[in-house]
């Protein structure tokens, strides 16, 4: 790699995917690669997984500017217990990097996590300044009265203490300045989009056309509304096949299994279960719409994905997606709205090849490229690194 490297940053994500759970947190990890393309990164996470004794810590140098330590703790260890070793694990790793590395900043995510709260805790004893990206819907979204408690509390004083927050949307970003952070530290930075596009949606007549849905929670993602509105098309019209990618919990994926055949959707729906990122970039190729009926985001990637491989989207007009996906690019329903995601579905398998493929695709590259991201990072670190 020949791009100058601005800053070397120690990154400790209060989550990272790892292999007993590789779907969790794909967007901090794109997060660092897109930093390592201007900066050194040294990588700290710490998780739960299968070890001998309690804690092991793996040493890889990577490639692509990424040194990483992973603190895997024996997950048979109660869970308080776990997190406390997880959180000094972090701690001495942490201080042990930056005193081996001339490290100029410490960049964390969901600092309201044990390992956030480690980073925090390190910025104040190495004396470095923090940065915290936030993904975490609990910002956003009604929680019981104990988290409510904590996120005014904790939270807020956390937040308010660190030298910027990164939230991936400017709603969460209200959010987060409504909690009494001053806005000129708040400084959004979206995640990452990866696309793969290679063809133009085509205007041909096809007999049956694919719909996608992405989404490991199907409750929250509003997959019950999809195959309800899917009900009531099919007293129309039955040229559709849904794609569904998703379902983690395996009792989850009978219920819903269980609805659709109810439903008579048999020959209509089919579930793909969980697929690789590689996968689900082949069967947005392959489909020739989304449809993303999600009743809360945080961010909504998968209907930027669509985007970004110039497949026009049906979603809801909730945001943070009706602030980051122009209307042009899809259909807007309200959440919850069956009858409206049925008449969209409807009109959407007659115009699908009409929208504006190669403007969408750019506008994704434009904005939420690995390059794009990196660069805003390394404009807030140069923001506070003096």
């Not at 449809?291 to 990637?301: A, D, M």
């Not at 008449?343 to 969408?360: G, S, V």
């Amino acid at each position: 790699m020949n791009k100058k490297i601005s800053y070397k940053i120690l990154y400790i994500p209060g989550w990272f995917p790892t292999k007993e759970n590789p779907y969790s947190a794909v967007f901090v990890k794109k997060h660092v690669r897109a930093i390592a393309l201007y900066n050194k990164v040294i990588l700290v996470y710490a998780s739960s997984g299968k070890v001998e004794k309690i804690l092991k810590i793996n040493h890889l140098n990577g490639d692509d500017n990424i040194e990483t330590f992973e603190i895997i703790v024996n997950k048979r260890i109660p869970s308080f217990v776990n997190k406390m070793i997880k959180m000094l694990g972090v701690i001495f790793t942490s201080i042990k990097v930056i005193i081996k590395n001339e490290v100029d900043l410490i960049n964390t995510c969901s600092i309201l996590s044990i390992v956030g709260i480690s980073a925090f805790i390190i910025s104040k004893i190495s004396k470095l300044p923090i940065i915290t990206n936030e993904h975490w819907s609990g910002y956003i979204r009604k929680n019981p009265v104990v988290r409510r408690v904590i996120i005014k509390t904790l939270g807020k004083f956390l937040l308010r203490n660190v030298n910027m927050v990164c939230p991936v949307s400017n709603y969460m970003a209200n959010a987060i300045n409504l909690l009494g952070v001053n806005r000129e530290k708040i400084f959004v930075i979206p995640n990452v989009v990866e696309i793969s596009f290679n063809r133009l949606n085509k205007a041909d007549y096809k007999e049956i056309k694919i719909l996608l849905f992405i989404g490991l929670n199907f409750k929250v993602k509003g997959l019950h509304f999809l195959l309800n509105a899917l009900r009531l098309l099919k007293s129309r019209r039955s040229d559709f096949l849904l794609e569904v990618i998703g379902g983690i919990d395996a009792e989850e994926l009978q219920c819903y299994k269980q609805m659709t055949k109810d439903m008579g959707l048999e020959n209509n729906v089919l579930f793909l279960g969980v697929k690789t990122e590689n996968e689900i970039c082949k069967y947005i190729e392959r489909c020739d719409f989304g449809v993303q009926p999600s009743l809360y985001e945080t961010f909504g990637i998968s209907v930027l994905e669509f985007i970004g491989n110039g497949k026009p989207v049906i979603t809801t007009d909730i945001p943070p997606i009706n602030e980051l996906v122009p209307r042009n690019y899809g259909i807007f329903v309200p959440p919850g709205d069956i009858e409206s995601l049925s008449n969209a579905i409807n009109i959407m398998l007659d115009t699908y090849y009409k929208f504006p493929t190669l403007e969408m695709v750019n506008y994704v590259k434009n904005h939420f490229s690995y390059e794009s991201i990196g660069t805003l990072f390394t404009k807030v670190y140069s923001l506070i690194v003096k």
